[in-house]
C-alpha cells in the first residue's frame, strides 16, 4: 500500500528556514522521481520542485531557485525540501506526490497539469509570518 506523510511544517518568520519531509512506504524512491507542490489560500496548486525518474536531476520553480533544496535519503525512503530565506508569498500547503508512469518533473516544473500525478500526501502547512 502506498502511503506518503508528509512532515516539518510550522510558522517561520520571513527570511528563516524550514526543512520538510515526506516519508514514503510502499514504493521504491530509488526507482520513481517525486515532486513537491503548494497550494495558497485561495490560489491554483502549483509544482515547486522535482527529482526527475528520467536523469535524477532535481528541478526547481523560478520562483524558489537559489532558496529550496530538494533531496532524497533512500535509506529511509524520505523525500526533504529545504526551504531557505522564506517569504510571505511562501506561505501554503506543501504536498508531496508522485507519477507512477513518467516524470514528475513534467507536471513540477514543465507545464504539465499537476493534476497529473498519480498519487498525493495529505500536506503539511508553512506559513512565512512576522
Known amino acids: 500500500q502506498v502511503k506518503f506523510v508528509e512532515s516539518g511544517g510550522g510558522l517561520v518568520q520571513p527570511g528563516g528556514s524550514l526543512r520538510i519531509s515526506c516519508r514514503v512506504s510502499g514504493f521504491d524512491l530509488d526507482i520513481f522521481g517525486m515532486g513537491w507542490f503548494r497550494q495558497a489560500p485561495g490560489k491554483e496548486r502549483e509544482g515547486v520542485s522535482c527529482i526527475s525518474s528520467r536523469d535524477r536531476n532535481s528541478y526547481y520553480a523560478d520562483s524558489v531557485k537559489g532558496r529550496f533544496t530538494i533531496s532524497r535519503d533512500i535509506v529511509t525512503n524520505t523525500v526533504h525540501l529545504q526551504m531557505n530565506n522564506l517569504k510571505p508569498e511562501d506561505t501554503a500547503v506543501y504536498y508531496c506526490?508522485?507519477?507512477?508512469?513518467?516524470?514528475?518533473?513534467?507536471?513540477?516544473?514543465?507545464?504539465?497539469?499537476?493534476?497529473?500525478?498519480?498519487?498525493w500526501g495529505k500536506g503539511t502547512l508553512v506559513t512565512v509570518s512576522s
Open positions: 506526490a508522485t507519477d507512477f508512469e513518467g516524470d514528475p518533473c513534467n507536471s513540477a516544473v514543465s507545464g504539465r497539469s499537476v493534476y497529473a500525478m498519480d498519487y
